[in-house]
């Protein structure tokens, strides 16, 4: 009764009655796998504590919650493994390493313990409450709702200007200057007389060239339920490194492109054999594939690997379409179609043949959509465009968006109606192209709102959606027009991507170092899974058996992972 007694102290009920699962659970783990539980203590109350195995030979990394001071982590490939455990945000607690080598059937037992994190961040970093980064003045704001807003809270602090280069900065968002290669970020709309006046002496004033680098310190943790969490397992798998001379560190590519000299998973999509294919930003650009059973990756490169990437998606023949970001010369991207299994690019064309956008205007592509007929459907964030590969003709067609000229489609669902719906996230908006009648409708939301990517609900009609910078879940009834919203429940909130699968709603949030957050449409609950590694997720991909794939784009490893609600339902490593 002492043990018990000291769980209930310290983790309270729910992590006892979580900690008993632990004792009783008898599922069977997947074949040739191993499985380790154990204990964490800490010279303070923690809870839902991340317990981390890093396969370093096979490039690959694990993590578990602890649930009442125990843990369990079930189908580790064998090897050998670094194991630690720490606490996110305020409780700031972690442990020393311990190694740990594991046979295929094995089931071991580690013991670690915490104590107070040396606290390491970037040289120089103050972490302040967002008043105090941000204090009230004229252009306050303006930039609250423009540049905060896009690009959250610690993107204007990381940077020390003179008025010359935030002038620049404003050129370059407002579309000033004689070529416009960018799109405009913010609005003519947007802008008052006198704010962007007011703008660029605010931040000169604060953020200028004698300014300190500074971050908004967490103030509330984000919020955990020991018992949900208890069954929940990640998996990473991490790109291979290039060889020195080679790849991204080849002299032809080190300094180009978004990543410069790094590689960088953006998307990823599952095939029907449970392989997951991931787009690697990184120059020179790369398709990778992913076997989640091995952790075994193949790179392909692009057929132009200075051309840019991000989004891509399997047909139902089986086809990898990868669109070019930005294409060389810049005003011809094209879309490329991959063959797994001859393993090469077969077919390419390029967007926009006719010209419908302007040449001198910089093309974009972005989402990819199938609709029912199987034809390929592609938005432009840059050139404010609509594009159709016609799977019967072998041809492509292109509209423009006529609300905006620069409205900034993102993200991209088709409805069961083959009704195409995008994100325009400069409008704060929905559009939605009828393919019958070629015409644009925009339902607008009760609330405008930024908004990234795109759900289709589980009726095929119902879009979901989110505000990225006021960290609300919205839902939209297109049979009404209404809109239905709830405030995610954590300090900072950024939604980014939304997939549906029966009553539960599944979020990529980057706002307070990452989480996958799931919604349950019927007690209309948060449950947050923070993530391993600090990071934003662009997009998820849910798989039938419920598994959650994401890339940790911005994180410190680049590559692509999984999150497993529940390990004991595991019945294979790939992506069923």
Not at 101 to 119: C, I, P, R, Y
Not at 250 to 269: A, C, H, L, N, W
Not at 529 to 546: N, S
Request: hydrophobic letters at 35%; proline letters at 7%; glycine letters at 10%.
């Amino acid at each position: 009764m002492k043990r018990i007694y000291g769980i209930l102290t310290s983790a309270g009920l729910a992590g006892v009655l979580a900690a008993f699962y632990f004792v009783t659970v008898n599922a069977a783990p997947v074949s040739g796998t191993a499985t380790v539980s154990g204990t964490v203590d800490a010279p303070k109350p923690f809870k839902a504590a991340q317990v981390y195995f890093r396969n370093r030979s096979k490039r690959m990394l694990y993590m578990v919650y602890t649930a009442g001071g125990r843990f369990q982590a079930m189908n580790l490939l064998p090897g050998e493994y670094e194991v630690s455990v720490k606490t996110k945000g305020l409780q700031n607690l972690e442990s020393n390493m311990t190694n740990v080598t594991l046979t295929a059937g094995q089931k071991s037992t580690v013991k670690l313990s915490m104590h107070d994190a040396v606290v390491n961040p970037k040289s120089g970093v103050q972490y302040l409450t967002f008043g105090e980064i941000y204090p009230p003045g004229p252009g306050q704001d303006f930039i609250r709702k423009t540049c905060v807003n896009c690009h959250g809270q610690n993107f204007i602090p990381l940077h020390h200007w003179n008025e010359k280069e935030w002038n620049a900065a404003l050129d370059l968002m407002m579309g000033f200057g004689k070529k416009v290669d960018r799109g405009v970020m913010i609005q003519a709309a947007d802008v008052k007389p006198g704010d962007r006046e007011a703008a660029v002496k605010y931040l000169t004033e604060h953020f200028g060239p004698n300014s300190l680098t500074r971050a908004v310190k967490v103030e509330k943790d984000m919020p955990v339920d020991e018992a949900k969490l208890a069954k929940a397992i990640y998996i990473e798998y991490y790109l291979s490194a290039d060889a020195p001379g080679q790849g991204v560190n080849s002299p032809e590519y080190s300094k180009m492109g978004p990543t410069r000299g790094k590689r960088m998973g953006q998307d990823v999509i599952l095939d029907p054999d449970g392989i997951a294919w991931v787009t690697d930003r990184g120059i020179p650009t790369r398709l990778v594939r992913v076997n989640p059973g091995t952790g075994q990756q193949k790179d392909f490169l692009m057929p132009n690997p200075k051309a840019q990437v991000h989004d891509l998606n399997i047909d139902k023949n089986g086809l990898v379409w990868v669109p070019e970001n930005e294409g060389f010369p810049v005003e011809s991207p094209k879309l490329h179609a991959f063959d797994r299994k001859s393993e090469k690019w077969v077919q390419a064309y390029d967007f926009d043949p006719t010209h419908v956008i302007p040449l001198d205007v910089q093309k974009h592509p972005h989402s990819v959509e199938f609709d029912s007929s199987n034809n390929v459907w592609v938005d432009f964030i840059r050139g404010n465009g609509l594009a159709k590969w016609d799977s019967e003709t072998k041809k492509m067609s292109t509209w423009v968006l006529p609300m905006s000229p620069n409205s900034y489609p993102y993200g991209m669902t088709i409805d069961k109606n083959d009704g195409i719906w995008m994100a325009l996230e400069h409008q704060g908006t929905l559009a939605k192209f009828d393919q019958k009648t070629q015409k644009f409708t925009y339902p607008v939301p009760t609330t405008p709102y930024q908004i990234r990517r795109l759900g289709l609900g589980t009726d095929g009609l119902t879009i979901w959606s989110g505000a990225f910078g006021a960290g609300t879940l919205v839902k939209l009834d297109p049979k009404t027009g209404k809109t239905t919203q709830w405030k995610i429940p954590s300090q900072v909130s950024e939604p980014y991507d939304f997939m549906i699968q029966g009553k539960s709603v599944w979020i990529s949030d980057g706002g307070q170092g990452g989480a996958l957050i799931r919604f349950d449409t019927d007690n209309q609950s948060f449950t947050f899974f923070p993530t391993p590694q600090v990071t934003d997720i662009p997009t998820i991909w849910i798989t039938k058996e419920g598994s959650i794939w994401y890339c940790p784009r911005t994180g410190a490893e680049p590559g692509v992972g999984v999150l497993h609600p529940d390990m004991t339902k595991i019945t294979s490593l790939a992506g069923n």
